[in-house]
Nanobody, 126 residues
């Protein structure tokens, strides 16, 4: 079992930046591949970014490629999402997720993740 808590969301103007953090507790964090998803009202949860357990492999959704960066610090049990050049369409609740077991794989589908955080709201004003 692992518990995930997101932080760092808030209100930012278009073109600005935010860094989200996801702190893990419970089982060994470093064994899990991690991901970020987001959801807007009335829509399904959308894949944003993923990172393998070693941190050596990453993958991004088309809408955030080149603007967002996922990283992790296994010593701090934390995964990050640096979001730059934010757009109003990035407004959503952002969730982090954990899955796998030392597989070092980038997971893009919700069902590939076992554990989820509660989410943090990001609002980008125009």
């Amino acid at each position: 079992q692992v518990q995930l808590v997101e932080s760092g969301g808030g209100l930012v103007q278009a073109g600005g930046s935010l860094r989200l953090s996801c702190a893990a507790s419970g089982r060994t964090f470093s064994r899990y591949d991690m991901g970020w998803f987001r959801r807007t009202p009335g829509k399904e949860r959308q894949f944003v970014a993923a990172i393998g357990w070693t941190g050596g492999i990453t993958y991004y959704g088309d809408s955030v490629q080149g603007r967002f960066t996922i990283s992790r610090d296994n010593a701090k049990n934390t995964v990050y999402l640096q979001m730059n050049s934010l757009k109003p369409e990035d407004t959503a609740v952002y969730y982090c997720a954990a899955g796998g077991d030392y597989s070092d794989y980038v997971r893009v589908r919700e069902y590939e993740y076992e554990y989820w955080g509660q989410g943090t709201q990001v609002t980008v004003s125009s």
